[in-house]
């Protein structure tokens, strides 16, 4: 039957306590109660039905099950059919941020939660040899009409200190997602598919080099297929910038995922809730292969 997944960067999803106390200086005056009811009333709002919500969605900037549980509990109020929430192990020390997956059905298997041990080294802009890994980063199999739908959610280098100084680092990062990936990509046939995509706040537009890494256009293995590159490209944004508005967030399908999406689109947050707007596609994993 169809169903909706969905991604979005909630901005900054912590509560003001210890032990990451300093970031919830960015929470609104109403505090973490009043940041999660913004951040549920706009996941109610995506996917082509307004005020149901999606039944998979990624999110990004996530403190952890602190924040999630009561997030889910007020999505779960508000009439969402989301039940579950899995979450990452940061290996981000810094800001502590963490990527999540809420569902409306389980999982077929344990979540990947971190990737210990898949540092890569790198030459940065300053032409420094320096190790690259990717700490935000959660794999689960979903389970769907009888079939497992793999979702990939990451979160990559931000742009702070510059887009080209810090490409290289996302450069790498966007090369362990697609190693990650390309196993699970390439498996499946027409009369057995296998169900992949690719989620996250990539901080890079559409066709830039990580996300051509990630999608696999520089290797000979197969591509994944962007939901929203057909629609258009006015609407092609997540996040504003000094007037630019930028793709930074992202949808990747895998062929078999991707035959099988009826629909897809923005949805616009207020800029009191997040500063990234999110991204949906319905789709049907029961439907026959394309003639």
């Given at each position: 039957m169809p169903f909706v997944f969905a991604t979005f960067n909630t901005e900054w999803l912590f509560d003001d306590e210890d032990p990451l106390k300093r970031w919830g200086l960015r929470l609104p005056p109403g505090g973490i109660n009043e940041k999660i009811e913004r951040i549920a009333q706009a996941i109610i709002a995506m996917g082509p039905t307004p005020g149901r919500g999606p039944d998979i969605i990624a999110l990004q900037e996530v403190e952890g099950p602190v924040t999630l549980d009561p997030l889910l509990a007020r999505l779960q109020a508000l009439g969402s059919p989301l039940k579950h929430a899995y979450c990452s192990e940061t290996l981000d020390p810094f800001t502590g941020q963490n990527v999540a997956v809420l569902s409306a059905t389980p999982v077929s298997i344990r979540p990947v939660t971190?990737?210990?041990?898949?540092?890569?080294?790198?030459?940065?802009?300053r032409e420094r040899e320096m190790m690259g890994s990717l700490g935000k980063f959660l794999r689960v199999d979903i389970e769907v009409d009888d079939t497992v739908l793999t979702i990939f959610n990451c979160h990559l280098k931000s742009r702070r200190g510059g887009t080209e100084e810090t490409r290289r680092l996302r450069d790498v990062q966007a090369k362990i997602m697609r190693d990650l990936s390309r196993p699970r990509v390439e498996q499946g046939s027409l009369r057995s598919p296998?169900?992949?995509?690719?989620a996250g706040d990539m901080n890079d537009e559409p066709r830039t080099r990580p996300i051509d890494i990630m999608a696999g256009k520089l290797d000979t293995s197969y591509n994944l297929i962007s939901a929203t590159a057909e629609l258009p490209?006015?609407?092609q944004y997540t996040y504003i910038y000094d007037g630019k508005k930028q793709q930074l967030d992202h949808i990747l399908l895998s062929k078999f995922t991707h035959d099988r999406m009826q629909s897809a689109g923005f949805?616009?947050?207020?800029?009191?809730?997040s500063d990234h707007d999110a991204i949906w596609c319905a789709m049907d994993l029961t439907l026959p292969?394309?003639?």
């Open positions: 971190r990737l210990d041990q898949t540092a890569v080294p790198y030459i940065d802009a296998s169900f992949t995509l690719i490209i006015e609407e949805t616009r947050v207020p800029e009191t809730t292969p394309p003639a």
